[in-house]
Nanobody
């Protein structure tokens, strides 16, 4: 059974930084593919970053150059370093995970909503 627990959210002024963490427990093979979603207030969820089993990363245009995704495989913990934060970054941030397809592939960023495992979310507010 996989559990994802996010932490690190909070309130910050525009231009500031936050680092989100997502601690994964359970079968590491089931969390080989990991990523971050966010859901701004009153808006649809948005896939913003992912890291594949081979370490390749992909970002949404809205966060590219400002956010950095990383993973500590030894700790099975995912991170999202968020710099140059803007009020538009205000959202609930969710960690997601799943295993790979045959061949070691992960879902694309656009299809990451298919991941089976979701955290409860951590709120980020930028003013």
């Amino acid at each position: 059974h996989v559990q994802l627990v996010e932490s690190g959210g909070g309130s910050v002024q525009a231009g500031g930084s936050l680092r989100l963490s997502c601690a994964a427990s359970g079968d590491p093979f089931s969390t080989a593919c990991m990523g971050w979603f966010r859901r701004p207030p009153g808006k649809e969820r948005e896939a913003i970053a992912k890291i594949d089993a081979d370490g390749r990363m992909k970002y949404a245009d809205s966060v590219k150059g400002r956010f950095t995704i990383s993973k500590d495989n030894a700790k099975n913990t995912l991170y999202l370093q968020m710099d140059s934060l803007k009020p538009d970054d205000t959202a609930m941030y969710f960690c997601v995970a799943d295993g790979t397809f045959s061949g070691g592939y992960c879902y694309t960023l656009a299809n990451m909503y298919n991941y089976n495992y979701w955290g409860q979310g951590t709120q980020v507010t930028v003013s």
